[in-house]
Structures are given as C-alpha cells and as structure tokens.
C-alpha cells in the first residue's frame, strides 16, 4: 500500500512540468486572441526571401505566424522557422528538394502536408503540440527525426523509415517502446522523460550506440542483453536498484545512472578498461570497504560521481577516491589538479528541502 502511494507521487513529480507546460501554452494563446501581436511575415521586407535561396532561416524573434511566399523557391534545400508562432504546417507545395526543416519551437498540433517532401533528411518539429506520429510513411529517406517535447503517446508510422539514424521522441506521454525493430541504421535513441517503466522493445536495434532514457520509471536494466554496440547509456532519475544486465554491453564508455536506487558497486568488471564516465551520484551505495575497494577496478575511468551517497560522506573520501581510481581527472565535478587540497562540505545540521506537491493532484 505505502509502495503504490509512493510511485505515484513520484509520476505525479515528474508529469507537473508538462502539465504546467500546457497551461502555459494555453495562457499564452488566450492572451493572444485578446491582445494585438506585431508579427513578421516570411518574404516581406522583415524577412525577405529569394527564389535563388537553397536556404532560409528566420529564428528566433522573428514571430512568423505562417509558412508563406515560398512558392517560388523551388531551389530550396534547408528551412529553419526556430521559435517563431507557426501553427501549421503548409505552403510548401513546390519545394521538393527540401532536406531539412526545422520548425522546433513553434505551435504546431499536426504533421501535414509534407508527404511529398520525400527528399527529407532532418525533421525537427520539437517543442510543439502534436499528439500524433501522423503523415510520415513516405519521408523514405529521413534520417533524423526530432519530435521532444510533444504530447505523443504511441510510437508509430515509422514502418518505410528503414534510413532513420536518430530518434528523438523525449518529453512526451509514452508507456511503450513499440514499432521500432525494424529500425536496423538507429544508432541513437532518445526517450527521456516518459512514462516507460522497462526498455523492453530494443532488442533488435544492435547498431544502437547511445540511449538516453532519463526520467522514467525503469526498474532495471533489463532488453539490453543483445546491444553489444552500445557505448552510452543515460538512465539517470529512474527506479534500477542494481547494475546487473550490462554483461554484454562490453563496449560501453558512458554509463549515467544518477538519481536511481542502487546499493552496491559490482555487475562492472567487464568495463574495467572501457568505461571512461560513470555516473552515480543520488543512489544509495553505502560506504563499505567491498564499495570502497571495487573502485580499484576502474583502469581507464575519467569521470566519477559519487556524491549524495552514504559512501561520499565521509572525511577522507576524496583520497580513498583517488587513491584507488588515480586515472581521475573529474571527480563530482571537480576537475582535479597535482597538489589540490580538499575541503570538505558540512553534514551535520543540513536538512533536506522537502519539494512540496499540491495534495489535490496527488
């Protein structure tokens, strides 16, 4: 019972900022429809275009409110609308030779009108409002597609994407990794910040060399078994309790699993002359001379964080740290000199502080 009330108000911590995301998106609409804005309109003299242009960006400031006046830039290979007020995606009928567009940060709520754009390398519609993977089947020859920062629940359509190199579909509302195993070019995939609470789903994907999964509610670190190419791993602010399952990962340089719960240093040997970051600060290794001595198995290790674990608070802990591990040159983001001296931070009488959560979400 204590169990189930504890996850979910960890869900709920973790889902405020979305939601609070929305109702700011919704203000900022409604003050819209109440208040006159100033916008900037693409091929005016604000933000003049060329039919000679093979690319165009108006980034940042510009508040272009529609995709317009491109008719005649049938030489057109790169458009990049960052951060403008664009609600729709249209008007790019007669520009087929269109590889990337990049409309991240704007308002749009659904993919169209780009089915025939099958020229597509990038696709970047970050930090919008869609709520659907709609309308991409035919973008054959994507290679990245970027779509954080959405409201996407189901990961989809994705079937003829067999080019794609790069996932990024971070920052949205998905329980699942599904309708990607055919995916056999993705190197990278990015699905932070969602509800998942397993990797299940990626055992097909050998030629993956990074995920980054960050704030979910992952359990462990099982479906990993077969990535044997894997080289980075970013699992921080999960729920893994130990580091068993990497056994084949034996290529892995990076491993971040901050902010989770793990007891113990062990399940690693296999990355003693591999792993130049590891990341573990926030969990709840304690400081046992079986902990303490297993750093001594680090040969090529660069980066270490350790702090915020019973194992950390300790007088002596930056020495026993470096004695044991002397490739260091960053320990708990300090980089480390010849001849530095150590300070060590107060412990007693500091109280953590406690984030309050309004009980009628809860």
């Not at 089947?137 to 597609?145: I, T």
């Not at 971040?256 to 793990?262: C, E, G, Q, S, T």
């Not at 984030?355 to 809860?362: E, G, N, R, S």
Request: charged fraction near 30%; include cysteine; glycine fraction near 4%.
């Amino acid at each position: 019972m204590f169990k189930a009330k504890k996850a979910t108000v960890v869900q709920t911590e973790q889902e405020i900022d979305a939601a609070q995301r929305e109702i700011e998106e919704d203000k900022n609409d409604a003050k819209e429809a109440d208040e006159p804005i100033k916008y900037t309109r693409l091929g005016t003299e604000d933000c003049p275009v060329d039919p000679a242009d093979e690319e165009i960006e108006f980034s940042m400031g510009f508040r272009i409110p529609a995709i317009e006046n491109l008719e005649n830039c049938v030489e057109l290979k790169r458009l990049g609308l960052r951060k403008n007020l664009i609600k729709k995606i249209e008007g790019l009928d007669n520009n087929l030779k269109l590889e990337e567009l990049e409309f991240y940060d704007n308002r749009i709520v659904h993919i169209n009108n780009i089915a025939h754009l099958t020229n597509l390398v990038i696709l970047d519609i970050s930090f919008n409002r869609v709520k659907e993977m709609q309308n991409i089947g035919s973008l054959v020859n994507l290679k990245k597609l970027f779509l954080s920062a959405n409201r996407i629940r189901k990961i989809e359509n994705l079937e003829n994407l067999t080019q794609l190199e790069v996932l990024d579909i971070g920052d949205n509302k998905i329980r699942h990794i599904e309708n990607v195993s055919h995916l056999d070019k993705l190197t990278e995939f990015h699905i932070a910040k969602n509800k998942l609470i397993s990797l299940t789903g990626l055992e097909k994907l050998t030629g993956l060399v990074l995920i980054a999964a960050q704030a979910n509610f992952i359990q462990d670190l099982k479906g990993l078994e077969t990535l044997v190419n894997l080289e980075e791993l970013y699992l921080q602010q999960n729920q893994v309790k130990d580091f068993s399952g990497l056994e084949k990962n034996t290529k892995l340089e990076v491993l971040d699993l901050a902010v989770n719960k793990i007891t113990k240093l062990d399940h690693l040997d296999h990355l003693s002359n591999t792993l130049t970051d590891l990341w573990a600060n926030w969990n709840q290794f304690e400081n046992t001379e079986e902990n303490r001595e297993y750093l001594r198995k680090f040969k090529v290790l660069e980066t270490l964080y350790l702090a915020d674990n019973p194992l950390a608070n300790v007088e002596n802990y930056y020495e026993f740290v470096i004695e044991r591990v002397p490739t260091l040159r960053k320990l708990d983001g300090n980089m480390l000199r010849p001849g530095m001296k150590f300070y060590h931070q107060q412990t007693e009488g500091i109280h953590p502080i406690a984030k309050a959560l309004d009980p009628k979400i809860i």
